[in-house]
């Protein structure tokens, strides 16, 4: 989170766009800004999980088998100026590359009254939450939510929280399991990782710019900013704020 927070800066300073994509080791539970811990004491089956909270909103979610992607859009950025094109945008071009290989994909575009105080991220419906239409779908929508997003708008950038649902967590049962990619793609359609490196090449296309990839680690622990903005999220008060 604290490294999200720094990737956000760095945007702001070099006015430009900028995206760290991240899994989880161990497998964690990340609550949205504004859920209540109570709700996530109630959740027995996560009470030996470690936990954090985001900066951005929404629902809770289970990550180990998940790509998760925190993007920094400066606020000159003619994506910054609404939500919504922000969603369309990346989300939209994840539809085009899964619609590109046999996955009936969409963005969600009312969100589900009923579903919005769901504890789990992927039992919710929400604007520009992408959807797929697959046999494998247990929600009453009759879809699988495999991407979902949530903002959170600093002073001069906007950050975007997202993450991937890769495949279902073999750690958890019941309402809180959900497929991912994996389980939906058939295996002629290409594999995970091209589905992934498809979406960015869109998303670069659509910034008329080059996509420039850095391997390795997406931050550095000697890196004394994100060290710093790190204390914050390891505080109980910070986790227990709501």
């Known amino acids: ?5 720094a990737l956000a800066r760095r945007s702001e300073e070099t006015n430009s766009v900028l995206m760290r994509l991240y899994g989880w080791q161990p497998h964690t539970v990340s609550l949205g800004c504004f859920q209540k811990i109570t709700d996530f004491s109630k959740a027995g089956v996560l009470a030996h999980w470690p936990v954090v909270r985001r900066p951005s909103g929404g629902g809770a979610i289970i ?3 998940d790509i998760t992607y925190g993007l920094a859009v400066p606020s000159s950025h ?34 589900k009254k009923d579903q919005e105080q769901n504890f789990y991220c992927f039992n919710r419906r929400a604007f520009g939450d992408l959807v797929v239409e ?31 649902l890769l495949r279902r967590n073999p750690q958890i049962q019941g ?9 939906l793609l058939q295996s002629e359609a290409g594999s995970v990782g091209d ?13 008329g710019g080059e996509l420039i990839q850095e391997a390795g680690f997406s931050y550095s622990k000697n890196n004394g900013d994100i060290m710093t903005r ?13």
């Open 134 to 164: 697959h046999p494998l779908a247990s929600s009453a929508s009759g879809d699988c939510k495999i991407l979902g997003s949530a903002q959170r708008r600093l002073s001069c950038v906007v950050l975007q929280h997202g993450t991937l």
């Open 1 to 5: 989170m604290a490294a999200d927070e």
């Open 63 to 65: 990550h180990g088998t």
């Open 195 to 207: 589905v992934i490196e498809g979406w960015l090449q869109r998303l670069a296309d659509q910034l």
């Open 230 to 242: 790190t204390k914050r999220y390891e505080t109980a008060t910070w986790l227990n704020r709501r």
């Open 78 to 111: 003619e994506w910054s100026k609404r939500t919504e094109d922000l969603y369309s945008a990346v989300h939209g071009a994840l539809v085009q590359e899964l619609n590109s290989r046999d996955l009936k994909a969409k963005l969600v575009e009312v969100a």
């Open 175 to 183: 309402e809180g399991s959900h497929p991912g990619l994996e389980d």
